[in-house]
Structures are given as structure tokens and as C-alpha cells.
């Protein structure tokens, strides 16, 4: 099997894989509320069909697209994603005390998730025509200027859990463009520190903060969330209740669909459908990282480096904060938990991944021909071959010639 071909294979049979699982979670978690809600108790899964559908043809569209050409088109996806940000603070749609959302008709779109592919492509950019930033002078301008606007925007919303996966793709880019590690540490450093005051002044998030600590201090309040998400893991057992039999999904546990639908596979499909799921993201991680060492172009490494780490990280920040060992932050398990546009961002990002391992097969086989066309091109003939023309003419004399050197050679 050619260079690229088993992590492409691997790549689109882990994500259909978690596709078609999170559209058979989403209608588990949702088909009783739905019922009740809008009489139809495939609501949301139809729904999360539709957008899963227009994600595969951005991800085909994606991997027929060359991805060198996004490099070109960097700064214009970062300023147009920026100023959806900013329009997103004016006229987006408020859903619990956040705007977050523009809503078109029955649909909603979240410019954050356009924010983070456009940020990859242009850091990948950046770092493809200069070298990696060695101190905090070098790392502040442009790349810490740019982050510091797209996470204040974030910040705004508010959408702390964003703004923590935009912090992980500029930590995975900056480690593959070679940046060194005590750069890392004291940048590291510097953002956890801005996040904690961002916390500290905002009261929801100290509530957070407080209940991840502790969340039995407030088990009906800002604990609540959590502890069912325990309760649900826990019931589970090694091989859970069941599919579709769930108990914590019927209005116990707050956003069982969204961010928390990791604490309903625990409940039905127990600790092995948990596993199973923690092995997909494994290989998906597998598959993104070996598509990024694999290429030879500087933008193609560093951007499949960044989206491999953009979706493996926001998995991470998701289960973590589900199993109680990070706060709540409002990240969805990506491909599995329901909404639109994180399922179409995030298969068009795979497209691109599959455009640069595509990208990267299709040179090793032009090199194998230019190779295999070099040994088919004649020889120039050696003293002594060739047919008997050569024979009669040019090779005689170079032999008569080599036989006179030899003679002169002698003492």
C-alpha cells in the first residue's frame, strides 16, 4: 500500500464510524424529549442527518480541492472570520445568555467553528514561510496579537471552550514548526494565567470552576450538570443498560445531546462503548498525525498537524470535562454530539486531510515514474558494446585510443 493510502483508508472509515454512531446516540438521547417537545421523535436526528450530509459533500468537495491554494487565501478566511465574530456580538441569536449563533430560517450557524479551520490555515501559513518564533518578542507579533483578538471575541460571547481549542491549535502548530518547548512553557504559562482572570471576573465561570471542585456543595445547582453525568457513567457498568435505554437522557441530565451525550454512551453502551469510542479519536489521531509526518510541503505539514489536533483536542476537552477531571466548558465531542456547524466544519477539515495525503501519493507516484522513465532512456554506449555499428566506428577508436594510454602508462 502507497504512502498516504492506509491513513487516508483509516481516516474516512474512523469518521463515518463516528458519524453514523453520533446520528444513532443523537436520536437515543433525543427521541423522548422530541416526542414531548415537537411530536415527532426523530426531530433532531433528521436534522443532524441533513447537516451531516452537507458535511460529506464539503469533505468530498474538500479532498478534490488542492489545499495549497487556502494558503493564498489565509489572511481573507481570518479577516472574514473575525468580522462574522464581531457581527455574531451585534446581531446573533441569544440562547442561554450567549450569542453564539446567526440564525438563517430554521437554521443556526456559529462562526466560531469557521474561526478555528481559517486560524489553522493562516498559522500554517505563517509558519510555511518563517521560521518558528523562538522567544515571546517573536511569538507576540502576529500570531499572539491574532490569537489574543480571536479569543477576547470568544471571550465575549461567551465561549470559554473555543478559546481553549484555539489555545491547543496554536500549542500542536507552533510544536511541529519546531518552536522550542520553554517558548511553549512560559506562553503556556501566560494564557493559563489570562484564563483564570477570565474566570475570576466572570460569576458563571467561577460557579463552574467551584462545582468542578466540589460539585455535591451545589448538587441542585451549578453541580447538577456534573453529577448526573457521574450518575449516568456509573450505571452504566461494563456494558451499560442498553441502546436506548437510558434513564438520565429523560430530563435529568441537562444538554444530553450536545456536550454531554459521552455520559448517555456510558449509560447504554457501559465501559466498552466508552473504550470503543476513546479508540476511534485514538485512531483518528493516529491517522491525522502520520498524514502530517508523511508530508514533505512545510503548509501541508503544519495544517494537518493543526486540524488533527483541533479535533482530537476539542474529544479530549469534551471526555474530560464529562468524567469530572476538567470543568464544563461547553465543547461538543466532535462528529458524535448534536449540532450543524461542528459536524460540516469538522468533515471538511477532514477532506483537507485526505487532500494532503491524496496530494502527497500522487508526487511519490510521479517520482516513481520520472524514475522508471530515467532507466527506458538509452545508455551511452561503454568501450567495447553497443550493436555492430558502433562497433565499426566510434567505440573502435575509443578502444584503439585506451589501448595507446595503456601503452604509455607502461615504464
Not at 148 to 169: N, Q, R, S, W, Y
Not at 211 to 239: C, E, K, T, V, Y
Request: aromatic residues 6%.
Amino acid at each position: 500500500m502507497k504512502r498516504g493510502q492506509l491513513e487516508s483508508h483509516l481516516l474516512v472509515l474512523v469518521t463515518f464510524a463516528l458519524v453514523a454512531f453520533g446520528l444513532v446516540m443523537v436520536y437515543s438521547a433525543t427521541s423522548a424529549a422530541a416526542a414531548v417537545d415537537n411530536g415527532d421523535p426523530a426531530y433532531y436526528v433528521k436534522r443532524q442527518g441533513m447537516f451531516a450530509l452537507l458535511g460529506i459533500v464539503a469533505m468530498i468537495v474538500a479532498a478534490r480541492f488542492d489545499h495549497t491554494r487556502l494558503r493564498r487565501a489565509a489572511p481573507t478566511l481570518v479577516a472574514l472570520s473575525v468580522l462574522l465574530l464581531l457581527a455574531v456580538l451585534v446581531a446573533g441569536q441569544r440562547v442561554n445568555g450567549a450569542r453564539r449563533w446567526f440564525a438563517v430560517g430554521p437554521l443556526s450557524i456559529q462562526p466560531s467553528e469557521l474561526m478555528k479551520v481559517s486560524l489553522a490555515v493562516w498559522l500554517a501559513a505563517h509558519l510555511a514561510r518563517r521560521p518558528a518564533p523562538r522567544t515571546l518578542r517573536e511569538l507576540r507579533k502576529p500570531i499572539g496579537l491574532l490569537a489574543a483578538v480571536c479569543c477576547g471575541l470568544l471571550l465575549a460571547e461567551p465561549d470559554l471552550g473555543t478559546a481553549i481549542a484555539i489555545g491547543l491549535l496554536l500549542g500542536g502548530v507552533l510544536l511541529v514548526a519546531g518552536a522550542p518547548v520553554g517558548l511553549m512553557a512560559r506562553a503556556g504559562t501566560i494564557a493559563i494565567g489570562v484564563g483564570l482572570l477570565a474566570i475570576y471576573i466572570e460569576p458563571y465561570r467561577r460557579a463552574r470552576i467551584f462545582s468542578f471542585l466540589n460539585p455535591w456543595h451545589d448538587s441542585q445547582g451549578a453541580g447538577f450538570q456534573s453529577i448526573q453525568a457521574m450518575i449516568g457513567l456509573g450505571s452504566g457498568g461494563p456494558f451499560g443498560r442498553g441502546l436506548g435505554q437510558s434513564v438520565e437522557k429523560i430530563f435529568y441530565l441537562p444538554e444530553a445531546h450536545t456536550d454531554m451525550i459521552f455520559a448517555i454512551i456510558g449509560e447504554e453502551l457501559g465501559l466498552v462503548g466508552s473504550f470503543a469510542v476513546i479508540a476511534a479519536y485514538m485512531v483518528f489521531a493516529y491517522a491525522g498525525l502520520r498524514i502530517a509526518l508523511g508530508c514533505r510541503d512545510l503548509f501541508g505539514k503544519r495544517l494537518a498537524a493543526g486540524l488533527t489536533v483541533l479535533v482530537c483536542g476539542q474529544a479530549a476537552l469534551n471526555l474530560a470535562a464529562v468524567v469530572g477531571i476538567a470543568p464544563l466548558t461547553g465543547i461538543p465531542l466532535p462528529l458524535v454530539s448534536y449540532g450543524g456547524s461542528s459536524i460540516v466544519v469538522v468533515l471538511g477539515s477532514v477532506g483537507i486531510l485526505l487532500n494532503i495525503a491524496r496530494s502527497e501519493g500522487a508526487e511519490e507516484r510521479a517520482q516513481v515514474s520520472d524514475r522508471r522513465r530515467g532507466d527506458r532512456r538509452p545508455r551511452p554506449a561503454l568501450a567495447g558494446g553497443g550493436g555492430g555499428a558502433e562497433r565499426a566506428g566510434r567505440p573502435r577508436d575509443v578502444r584503439r585510443v585506451a589501448g595507446s594510454h595503456r601503452s604509455a602508462a607502461r615504464p
